[in-house]
């Protein structure tokens, strides 16, 4: 072999070693980086305002999209029956706030001896009111649903129209200011003295089937509408009647 050509493969075989020399650099200033900048983003990562504000959108989208798995600590639990019966009269306007005291009273007075009727009433409320009603299926009428309240509370049977209740004998006539939860209230909405009954609840409130269109509801006997229209009240012998045979 010519010196020429030996030279030439000699200047071959160092260019090829030090590519290789530079390639090995690379690699381990690569490494280095990673392991220096551990918090560096991750591959596919988006950065620049726009990308950061794709990534925001979408991690939001995910983030509703995600189904609740477990309860968050601190969440309400299911509310016992001394609770759901508060809150019921708090909700329909039964009790004052709980700063005032008027929750405590009327509860108190509520769970008298006239509890069971009254709050048995109370479950009734959003049925429908249908005229000739008399049940939640069908719905009800006003004598309607007092008939059945006293009915199914106490056990006693009421005649099925309201005048007739108003004036059926075994019930006691009782001024506005005796009123007790329980007692029946009447009203002249029809033109006629004894047109309409509910069930007085305490605090000057009643629950009744008011007309049609409408649904079991409870109402304040002091707004001007309905006190300009009240009759008359009427007291049952509640613990007389819980204990006498139910007779049709």
């Known amino acids: 072999m010519s010196l020429a050509s ?11 070693s030090l590519l290789a020399i530079g390639c090995a650099a690379h690699a381990q200033g690569v ?5 220096v900048n551990p918090s560096a983003p991750p591959p596919g990562t988006m950065t620049g305002a726009y990308g950061q504000s794709l990534q925001q ?17 601190g969440a309400a639990q299911p509310a016992t029956a001394g609770d759901a019966v508060s809150r019921f009269l708090s909700e329909r306007g039964l009790t004052a706030t709980a700063e005032s005291g008027g929750s405590s009273r009327l509860l108190a007075s509520v769970r008298d001896t006239a509890s069971d ?3 048995s009433a109370m479950n009734f409320l959003g049925v429908r ?42 019930l006691l006539s009782i001024r506005k200011d ?3 939860p329980g007692d029946l209230v009447f009203f002249n909405t029809m033109r006629a003295t004894f047109s309409h009954v509910g069930i007085y609840v305490g605090e000057g409130k009643f629950i009744h089937a008011p007309r049609t269109g409408s649904a079991v509801r409870v109402e304040d006997m002091r707004d001007s509408y309905w006190s300009k229209r009240f009759t008359g009240a009427r007291r049952a012998d509640l613990s007389a009647a819980t204990d006498a045979p139910t007779a049709r």
Do not use: W
């Not at 959108?57 to 600590?73: G, I, R, V």
């Not at 009428?141 to 108003?166: K, N, W, Y």
């Open 178 to 180: 005796e009123l007790k």
């Open 6 to 16: 030996t030279l030439s493969l000699l200047n071959r075989i160092a260019a090829a």
């Open 57 to 73: 959108q979408q991690a939001a989208a995910d983030k509703l999209a995600a189904p609740a798995t477990a309860a968050k600590p």
């Open 129 to 170: 009111y249908t005229r000739g009603g008399n049940s939640v299926e069908n719905g009800f009428d006003c004598s309607g649903f007092t008939r059945h309240i006293f009915e199914m509370s106490v056990g006693l049977i009421l005649p099925r129209r309201a005048d007739e209740q108003a004036k059926m004998g075994s």
């Open 117 to 119: 009727l009254v709050l």
């Open 31 to 35: 490494a280095q980086a990673a392991t």
